[in-house]
Structure formats: structure tokens, C-alpha cells
Nanobody, 121 residues
């Protein structure tokens, strides 16, 4: 069974940094369209950063210049380096990816369980 596992969340003071990781487990034939999403309390889940095609990246305006998405293709692992964090960045961060488990299997959308990021003022 395929799973996406996030790690690296925690409590940090404003101005601090955190690095999130997302690693898949299970039978992976191919993985793409990886991205990070955030859900703040009482709000909808929104895109934070993602790979759109190839190595092209897309960021929410609120995190441009502060967050960097990257990945290790050999490990199928994705990262989110978050710098100059502010209380507005608080929320549960979810990893998302399109995963194919075999050559003739359809690509399905997977979500991780989420990791909490709390930024104190």
C-alpha cells in the first residue's frame, strides 16, 4: 500500500526556520506533480509550493522568497525549506503526489497524513 509520510514539523518562533520532508513508501512505479499544501485552522487547504512539470516550481505569493521546494529523485523524496516563518504560516502541512504503482496502472492522487507547523509570535 502506498503512503506519503511527512516529517519535520514543529513549534518555532517567528523568524525561524523548519524543513519538511515527504517520503513515499510502498510500490512506486512513478511519482510526479509533488507539492505541499497547508490547512490553517478553520480555513481551506491551499497550495504552498509544488512542482508543475519537470523541475518547474510554483509558489503561493505569501511564501515566495521565503520557502523553497526541492526533491531528491533517487529517493522520490520532497522537501520544503521554510525560512523567516511568521505566525500566518501556522497550519497542518500536507504532502501531495500523483503516483503510479505499475506501468499499466492509473496514476492516483495521494495525500500524506499531515505535519503540524506552529509559529509563535
Amino acid at each position: 500500500q502506498v503512503q506519503l509520510v511527512e516529517s519535520g514539523g514543529g513549534l518555532v518562533q517567528a523568524g525561524g526556520s523548519l524543513r519538511l520532508s515527504c517520503a513515499p513508501s510502498g510500490n512506486i512505479f512513478s511519482i510526479n506533480n509533488m507539492g505541499w499544501y497547508r490547512q490553517a485552522p478553520g480555513k481551506q487547504r491551499v497550495m504552498v509550493a509544488r512542482f508543475t512539470s519537470g523541475d518547474t516550481t510554483d509558489y503561493a505569493d505569501s511564501v515566495k522568497g521565503r520557502f523553497t521546494i526541492s526533491r531528491d529523485n533517487a529517493k522520490n523524496t520532497m522537501y520544503l525549506q521554510m525560512n523567516r516563518l511568521s505566525p500566518e504560516d501556522t497550519g497542518v502541512y500536507y504532502c501531495n503526489a500523483g503516483i503510479q504503482t505499475g506501468r499499466y496502472f492509473p496514476r492516483l492522487d495521494y495525500w500524506g497524513q499531515g505535519t503540524q507547523v506552529t509559529v509563535s509570535s
